[in-house]
Nanobody, 121 residues
Framework: VQLQASGGGVVQAGGSLRLSCAASGSFFSIESMGWYRQAPGKQRELVASITRGGLRNYADSVKGRFIISSDNGKNTVYLQMNSLESEDTAVYFC????????????????WGKGTLVTVSS
């Protein structure tokens, strides 16, 4: 399974960016997809996730500003980031939990390469 993320860049504080992550390869289903981020000197943290059924989860720091959505037909997850703050500067990683085959009970996690988001103040 390959995850291709795009949409990072440099934006001024208060601005918006939209990240996309498309999954490709051979698998039975995608159970969930999400975005994590890692700022310099900090641990990787969950930003937002969405299940196949549409259940969303957000970090407290981004609630009300970020929106995660998905297109199951395209195996793609999006992260709309609004009202960006300098604290949002980080490398953003896409993660997908995938059922490899119909017989698999548990999902297998795959990570994409990160995309850098820089918010200038």
């Amino acid at each position: 399974v390959q995850l291709q993320a795009s949409g990072g860049g440099v934006v001024q504080a208060g601005g918006s960016l939209r990240l996309s992550c498309a999954a490709s390869g051979s698998f039975f289903s995608i159970e969930s997809m999400g975005w994590y981020r890692q700022a310099p000197g900090k641990q990787r943290e969950l930003v937002a996730s969405i299940t196949r059924g549409g259940l969303r989860n957000y970090a407290d720091s981004v609630k009300g500003r970020f929106i995660i959505s998905s297109d199951n037909g395209k195996n793609t997850v999006y992260l709309q980031m609004n009202s960006l703050e300098s604290e949002d500067t980080a490398v953003y990683f896409c993660k997908s939990s995938v059922r490899p085959t119909v017989f698999a009970v548990n999902g297998v996690d795959f990570w994409g390469k990160g995309t850098l988001v820089t918010v200038s103040s």
